[in-house]
């Protein structure tokens, strides 16, 4: 594999997350962030924000490179700010060099994955404390990404618990996030889960090696959008579930109350 990312490069990136906010604000102008933000990789992140609680427009545009995102805050809880992170490791680490640029310091990624497991059902929550990096974004932040590492044993026991007492199936599974959701075959998720892995997504890998190293915190929760069938001429993989819409709403929501219990 070609390593891209050289400890011994000591050059300056071309241009960075914070050439792009001093193009939209005048010295000393850039608003500040507060220390936790919430990253919504799926779509219907911000529409449950706005829906069910009283959230106020902090940033109208985010400035960054690929997504341009409003950010929010709710009202009395100063220091955790919501905003969507795009979708694909690009997108959503740019996103977080811009977070990263204005003062954040920790950041609960919020997303989807499929499970390629046979015991765990579309709704199920996936905490992961370890990431298998098969996206190339990682390779320009780490010089032998493999698996990503979160920092935060206590994420577990806390999110976790948290959902837990919300009804939810909480699980610490390990995870794999792709480029490529066409290229999941199944020889591919055979060797995933012999690395021990039990989903995929498209974004968490990266953001967590991106985390690491600039020397912010992660914690990372999926929830279970689709099964994937584990055997060719097996049931063939289907989005979702009857009930899956809600449940989803409801993770989000959940989500979202711990982060404001969390920055208080």
């Not at 193009?23 to 992140?45: D, M």
């Not at 609680?53 to 805050?73: C, N």
């Not at 780490?142 to 919300?166: I, T, V, W």
């Not at 199944?186 to 039990?198: D, H, P, T, V």
Request: proline residues 7%.
């Amino acid at each position: 594999m070609t390593n891209w990312y050289s400890p011994e490069d000591n050059t300056s990136p071309v241009f960075t997350a914070c050439n792009h906010i001093r193009r939209k604000y005048e010295e000393g102008q850039a608003p500040q962030l507060p220390p936790q933000a919430v990253v919504f990789c799926l779509g219907r992140g911000l529409p449950v924000l706005q829906e069910r609680f009283p959230a106020d427009t902090f940033i109208e545009e985010l400035q960054g490179f690929i997504t341009h995102t409003p950010v929010f805050k709710v009202p009395g809880h100063d220091n955790v700010c919501f905003l969507h992170g795009g979708y694909g490791a690009p997108q959503a680490v740019t996103t977080a060099e811009s977070l990263w640029a204005l003062g954040v310091k920790e950041i609960l990624l919020i997303g989807l994955c499929g499970v390629f497991v046979p015991d765990i059902q579309v709704g199920d929550i996936l905490i992961p404390a370890k990431i298998l990096s098969e996206e190339g974004t990682s390779l320009h932040y780490k010089e032998e990404p493999g698996f990503a590492q979160l920092h935060r044993p206590e994420a577990y026991k806390g999110l976790g618990s948290f959902l837990q007492s919300k009804g939810f199936t909480t699980l610490e599974k390990d995870t794999v996030t792709t480029d490529a959701p066409y290229r999941q075959t199944f020889y591919k998720e055979s060797l995933w889960r012999g690395q021990g892995c039990a989903a995929v997504d498209m974004e968490a890998s990266a953001v967590v090696n991106l985390c690491n190293y600039r020397g912010m915190k992660s914690t990372v929760a999926l929830m279970a959008s689709d099964k994937h069938p584990i055997h060719e001429g097996d049931k063939p993989w289907a989005w979702g579930s009857r009930s899956y819409g809600p449940m989803r709403d409801d993770f989000i929501a959940a989500c979202i109350e711990y982060s404001l219990t969390q920055g208080e």
